[in-house]
Nanobody, 124 residues
């Protein structure tokens, strides 16, 4: 069993920044691919970013490319999402997810573990 706990969400003005953290339990964290997803009310959950288990490869949704950065610190069992130049459209509940197979994937159905989510609200 893997437990994921997100933190760092909050309210920010458009153009501002936030850094989300996802702390993971479990001895195999270093071998998991990690992803960030988000879901706004009435909308489908959508992919935001992913990072390979080695931390060497990352992938981003087009709508956040150049603004967000995913990273991980395996020694701390933590994955981060640095969010810059935030837009009102980024307002959503953000989830981190872990995949036992360390290969990056972009669909939520392929992830095995999920956090409870942290709310990000961006005002104009």
């Amino acid at each position: 069993q893997v437990q994921l706990v997100e933190s760092g969400g909050g309210s920010v003005q458009a153009g501002g920044s936030l850094r989300l953290s996802c702390a993971a339990s479990g001895r195999s964290f270093s071998y998991y691919a990690m992803g960030w997803f988000r879901q706004a009310p009435g909308k489908e959950r959508e992919f935001v970013a992913a990072i390979k288990w080695t931390g060497g490869n990352t992938y981003y949704a087009d709508f956040v490319k150049g603004r967000f950065a995913i990273s991980r610190d395996n020694a701390k069992n933590t994955v981060y999402l640095q969010m810059n130049s935030l837009k009102p459209e980024d307002t959503a509940l953000y989830f981190c997810a872990a995949r036992r197979n360390g290969i990056m994937v972009l669909t939520s159905s392929e992830y095995d573990y999920w956090g409870q989510g942290t709310q990000v609200t961006v005002s104009s």
